[in-house]
Structures are given as C-alpha cells and as structure tokens.
T-cell receptor, first 113, second 111 residues
Framework: IAGITQAPTSQILAAGRRMTLRCTQD?????MYWYRQDLGLGLRLIHY???????GKGEVPDGYSVSRANTDDFPLTLASAVPSQTSVYFC????????????FGPGTRLTVL | DAKTTQPPSMDCAEGRAANLPCNHS???????VYWYRQIHSQGPQYIIH???NNETNEMASLIITEDRKSSTLILPHATLRDTAVYYC????????????FGQGTELSVKP
C-alpha cells in the first residue's frame, strides 16, 4: 500500500442497509478525516480522528459513525442508509492534528436507492 | 475559518500562466492561506500554503497581498492536466485540521 486507499471504489446500496466504507493509510499519520462531496455543496467534513482511539464530529455527522481502533484504519459506517447519503466519500489523513497538508484517498462513490 | 471568495470559473491557454485569485478580507493574523485542487474523479490534492510571504514550490507560486486580504495562485506554465477545480482555504494551524472547502474555481486549460 502506498498512501491512502479506500474500498469499495463504488457501491449501490438499498435504503435501510448497513454499509461500511473502508479507509487505510500506511503513512503513520495520526489524524484522519471523512468528507462527503455533493454537487453544488463542495466537500463537507463528516467525522475526524486526531489520533488512534479518539474521534470527533464534523459538519454533517448525522447518520454516520466512525471508529479508530488503530493508526492505519478509519472505517465509516452508515447504520441504515438513506437516499440522501448518496454521495462521493473521501477519506484523508495528515501527519498531526492541524497539519498543513492533508492527503486524500481516491474516493468511494455510493448510491443509495 | 475566514470566508473566501473565488470566481466560479476561468479559462487559460495551454503553456500560459494561470492566475487564480482569492479574496479573504476577514482573514485573521494567525490564519494561513492554503490551496488545493481536485482533478475530475480524483481526491483533492494539496498545492501550496502561506502566511504572509510569497511562496513557491514545484507546482505553483502563491502571492499574498501585503494586507493579506487577497492572494493569487500562479501556475506558471499551465498544461491540460492542470484542468481542475482549485480551492482557496483559510485556516489556523491548530483547529483540528478540519479543512472547509468552498465552491472553488473551475480552471479549464485549453489547447
């Protein structure tokens, strides 16, 4: 692995189903983030983690949960998907909280029907 | 974060310099100016940042006005691969690393 990866690349999901988007980084970055990107709304922060074992809420956390059991992984879970969660999801990381440069993954395109 | 204002779109001829402006009139003394870009269907990519001095790296130059109320990102020799949405972001360095992306400028580099 080089950098930050996300899986799956894309997914079509029935409303009401549970879904976990995976994010893994091999840069030993302490801070990680989940954003969603919607046409006309730009990128919005869902949740973040400043270090393993801690998480925090971003701008649009409702309907999403995260965990940070270790440094490398930061999964995002939709407990019961709704159509308004149709979006492109980007995971990002930075060396430290408040660091200058965030590295982004390639994104997951999720469609909830 | 201070609010930023960017033109929604710009065109640039291939090989010419692309100058992308950003207004941030409410910037405070400890806020930095960051530039990111997003090429279609890819994740955002960090370009450059600065506080008050002009900065240059292998990708671009950043010119910040003396009063810090505006800045310009310069791509000295734009290529077709520079076609992307460019985001100007203002933030402090200790607020949890949460980037707030606005609408950005869609730069189209044309042959």
């Amino acid at each position: 692995i080089a950098g930050i990866t996300q899986a799956p690349t894309s997914q079509i999901l029935a409303a009401g189903r549970r879904m976990t988007l995976r994010c893994t980084q091999d840069m030993r970055h302490n801070a990680m983030y989940w954003y969603r990107q919607d046409l006309g709304l730009g990128l919005r922060l869902i949740h973040y983690s400043n270090t393993a074992g801690t998480t925090g809420k971003g701008e649009v956390p409702d309907g999403y949960s995260v965990s940070r059991a270790n440094t490398d992984d930061f999964p995002l879970t939709l407990a019961s998907a709704v159509p308004s969660q149709t979006s492109v999801y980007f995971c990002a990381s930075s060396l430290e909280r408040g660091d200058n440069e965030q590295f982004f993954g390639p994104g997951t395109r999720l469609t909830v029907l | 974060d201070a609010k930023t204002t960017q033109p929604p779109s710009m065109d640039c001829a291939e090989g010419r310099a692309a100058n992308l402006p950003c207004n941030h009139s409410t910037i405070s003394g400890n806020e930095y100016v960051y530039w990111y870009r997003q090429i279609h269907s890819q994740g955002p990519q960090y370009i450059i940042h600065g506080l008050k001095n002009n900065e240059t790296n292998e990708m671009a130059s950043l010119i910040i006005t003396e009063d810090r109320k505006s800045s310009t990102l310069i791509l000295p020799h734009a290529t077709l691969r520079d076609t992307a949405v460019y985001y100007c972001i203002v933030r402090t360095s200790n607020q949890g690393g949460k980037l707030i992306f606005g609408q950005g400028t869609e730069l189209s580099v044309k042959p």
